[in-house]
DNA sequence: TAGATTGTTAATCGATTAACAATC
DNA sequence: TAGATTGTTAATCGATTAACAATC
């Protein structure tokens, strides 16, 4: 599986897209496709497909094509969902207590384990199960826990002192709200979730469309 | 402006990184920078730079560079941020409560108008100063605010449905948030935020990180 | 003016698509 | 077996980078 030759990321991205869709196939009882058929679902060429595919191996079969719950679950294995991750939300403000209670998270393998805020007067209440922590008892609830994600819902301003503490207790994969970028340290990794940026492409297609 | 030469989809999202980058230097108090200084903040190319830049026009001027504020302000006007998107949610669970409270969009131009949701239990309740109306009442509300935007955070059984009625009801563009991907009519613009994608592509290249 | 930096053309690089031999 | 469809190589396309003349 471990090719060595890099696998780019315009294809890790689009890995989630065919998690997804095969999922749907699964769950309205199809065993099989073929790249052609999945290709004109998906709105992409059947040549993509293989293409990405075969980064990670080959697991189709020539005459017949894919088995669809098959390869759903070798994607989920590529993605690293059968890992059981650990995720800690750090900001409960609207969109953390929000992500906090989102159900589908914890659905693909994403279980969270604690939320944290610097507000006195949020800190002890509850979301759901989930009672905020203070943000003072990260470093001791991150030895003990050992958490491999971390969602920053923080205002901006605070949102880089609160990635470059989770890098230093050793938190592998950082998902930020943020209204900024962050500069994290060497090793970690981060995904950038800017709703702001979402709307504003929206915005310029809206103004530009043909029509 | 419009050099009829089309405009990559990759260029256009990078328009509001820069965006953000340059409402940072202007509120540092920055007042001109060179596309080989904006590179090294930005970690890209000043050639990249500059040509995006030069899709919609010459901002800059030999020997200086470009003047943040003038150059913020275009991107501003490219995006269609000036024009008062007028926009309303639906679907009044966490995810759209929370953003129904984010002050942020609102402060790019996008003015929240309505809440919608199809739960009794909900309806008639207030998220901040706004009231959760029924989504039956769309067509009405539609007919006399005229929204162009139109925010999705129903569950993904439902999406579909509700992206249709919108499109039929004039709505220009879509941010969508249901786990699900939507088939809009032509002229209707969709934006997807698909947050467990981004966690699986957290969760792959935390996997697969060198180290 | 001299120095700096843009706007823009040309070169390179990488991603996507097409084609087809291999094979189920 | 014959038909279908993969895996994979080769061709194409487009995006990124480099280079430099134009010019402030």
Redesign the pocket.
């Known amino acids: 599986m471990e090719n060595s030759k890099?696998i780019?990321?315009?294809?890790i991205k689009?890995l989630p897209r065919y998690y997804r869709y095969l999922g749907e196939l699964c769950d309205s009882g199809v065993t099989r496709?073929?790249?052609?058929?999945?290709s004109e679902k998906m709105s992409?060429?059947?040549?993509?497909?293989?293409?990405?595919?075969?980064c990670f191996?080959?697991?189709?079969?020539?005459?017949?094509?894919?088995n669809v719950e098959a390869l759903y679950n070798e994607i989920g294995k590529i993605l690293g969902l059968n890992r059981g991750h650990k995720m800690i939300i750090v900001g409960a403000g609207n969109l953390g207590r929000a992500l906090a209670s989102y159900k589908s998270f914890e659905r693909r393998g994403f279980k969270l384990v604690g939320v944290f805020d610097n507000d006195p007067k949020k800190i002890g209440s509850y979301i759901g199960e989930y009672p905020i922590l203070d943000i003072k008892a990260l470093e001791d609830f991150t030895k003990e826990n050992k958490p491999d994600i971390a969602i920053i819902a923080v205002p901006k301003t605070e949102a880089g002192e609160v990635a470059l503490r989770l890098s230093h207790l050793g938190i592998r994969g950082l998902l930020n709200f943020s209204y900024t970028d962050i500069k994290v340290p060497e090793g970690v990794e981060i995904e950038n979730v800017h709703l702001s940026d979402s709307l504003m492409t929206l915005s310029y297609r809206i103004k530009n469309k043909k029509q």
């Open positions: 890099k780019s990321f315009e294809v689009r496709i073929s790249s052609k058929e999945l992409v060429t059947a040549s993509q497909i293989r293409q990405d595919l075969n191996g080959g697991f189709g079969q020539q005459g017949y094509g894919y």
